[in-house]
């Protein structure tokens, strides 16, 4: 009996220490691509500021209408979802997903309508097994986004905006707050809104040319383009802190999985051990 | 020529930060010349070359849209994208040239269609400012 036990044991403790290396691996992967994703987020910061800024500016400078600041009248969404490309990612895809469900039954269930646009394999699955309106689908840029892809997206959203499709763009991603703590948040893209309060300086006496309406209008695609990008890149590096901590605890997990297996079988040898002396002992008295 | 502060911003990086004497860019209105001193001014730029004159010598950067803002700290552009002369990418862009051709022909909806206009005036710019065309 106890040698059976032993060989079940053995073959528990390689297969436990097989799954053990590919989650490593796996936490290696990540905190690699974790520092990448770090550095591009960071590096995005300056070109939205200044973008902001002189939005700001403008909506300070000058009282004028746009198009993308006009309030909402017909009550028609569109919500941009970003999510990871990949699971084993603790509970990352999760989080955002079922946020966005929730700030998309909202918009049902008061009666406006609905379509959306999903950013990561993972979010087009979900919202292609629901039934929504997903019009436009964008797995797999996350990892290696340009800004000329972004841009094509934002074409897109503006065209639609402009036709009157949707008069309001929701996004919903995932922020990183911490090596340890990311947490999925959302944004209003279209209208925008409340800019000069925003604490713009006045100048008065800059030239906008042709004119701060167009300017403003031009501005847009480039403002909407620098939030979506930093949007998918912030996305993307939550997604590799969040892999990297799930796949650190598992690690953990298959270690201490691997000690109290080590010591089932050390305690099943020895019990093996001392009956066969036991065994031994006692034939020899008996002969 | 008085030297000003010029910095150029990009998504992915600060692209330049440093003097320079003199900037000719393509703005909506067409080509302007900044010098230092410039009253303030802000203006959406178009996919063009970007000439930017260091120590007396022009270089040239191909730039696909964005935002000139000059204020009394300085000139900043912020752009999607921008490419010194010989740091442009001519195969991709002869690909993307010739898949936007391809798309113009094919009386695609007025939307793809102007969509690959632009492709191809980005693509066309940066062969031009590479010298290959």
């Known amino acids: 009996m106890a040698t059976a036990n032993m060989k079940d044991v053995k ?22 691509k974790l520092r990448r994703a770090k550095d591009k987020a960071v590096a995005v910061q300056p ?7 002189t939005m700001c500016d403008i909506s300070c400078d000058r009282a004028f209408k746009s198009v993308y600041t006009k309030k909402k009248f017909l009550n028609s969404t569109l919500l941009i979802v970003v999510a990871g490309d990949r699971g084993l ?3 990352f895809n999760s989080n955002v997903l079922k946020m966005a469900k929730a700030k998309a039954d909202d918009v049902l269930s008061s009666g406006g309508q609905l379509r959306v646009m999903a950013v990561g394999k993972k979010a087009v699955e979900f919202f292609e097994k629901r039934d929504y309106d997903l ?10 986004i340009d800004t000329d892809t972004v841009i094509d997206i934002v074409e897109d959203i503006i065209a639609g905006f402009r036709n009157g499709d949707y008069d309001k763009v929701e996004l919903v991603y995932t922020t990183f707050v911490s090596a340890l703590t990311q947490e999925p948040c959302s944004l209003q893209i279209l ?72 010591l089932l079988y050390n305690r099943a040898r020895q019990a093996q051990i001392t009956q066969e002396l036991t065994e031994i002992s006692s034939a020899t008295i008996g002969r | 020529m008085t030297p000003f502060d010029l910095k150029i911003i990009t998504p992915e990086k600060t692209f330049f930060e440093g ?11 067409g080509d302007i010349g900044i010098l230092a001193g410039h009253a303030p001014y802000v203006a959406n730029i178009v996919s063009s070359p970007f000439r930017i004159k260091i120590e007396g010598e022009f270089r040239t950067a191909a730039i696909s849209g964005g935002l000139i803002k000059v204020s009394a700290d300085g000139v900043t552009v912020v752009t999607s994208a921008i490419e010194w002369a010989d740091e442009i990418d001519v195969a991709r862009a002869e690909k993307a040239k010739a898949a936007a051709e391809n798309k113009l022909r094919e009386n695609a909806s007025q939307k793809e269609f102007e969509r690959a206009e632009q492709k191809l005036r980005r693509a066309m710019n940066r062969l031009v400012v590479a010298g290959k065309k």
Do not use: C
């Not at chain 1, 070109?47 to 800024?53: A, C, G, N, V």
């Not at chain 1, 019009?135 to 290696?144: D, G, H, L």
């Not at chain 2, 003097?19 to 209105?29: A, C, D, G, M, P």
């Open chain 1, 47 to 53: 070109f939205f500021e200044t973008l902001f800024k």
């Open chain 1, 191 to 262: 209208p925008v809104e409340d800019l000069d309060k925003l604490g713009g300086k006045k100048h008065p006496s800059t030239i906008y040319d042709p004119s701060p309406e167009e300017v403003f209008d031009g501005m847009i695609p480039q403002y909407i383009g620098g939030m979506l990008y930093s949007a998918i890149v912030d996305s993307y590096a939550s997604e590799q802190a969040a892999r990297r901590t799930a796949m650190e605890s598992a690690t953990d997990n298959a270690g201490e999985m691997i000690d109290n297996l080590s």
């Open chain 2, 19 to 29: 003097n320079t004497e003199q900037i000719i860019v393509r703005t909506v209105s």
């Open chain 1, 11 to 32: 073959r528990r403790i390689k297969s436990v220490e097989s799954t053990m290396q590919i989650t490593k691996a796996m936490q290696l992967v990540a905190a690699s």
């Open chain 1, 135 to 144: 019009v436009w689908k964008y797995p797999q840029i996350a990892e290696n």
């Open chain 1, 89 to 91: 990612a603790g509970g």
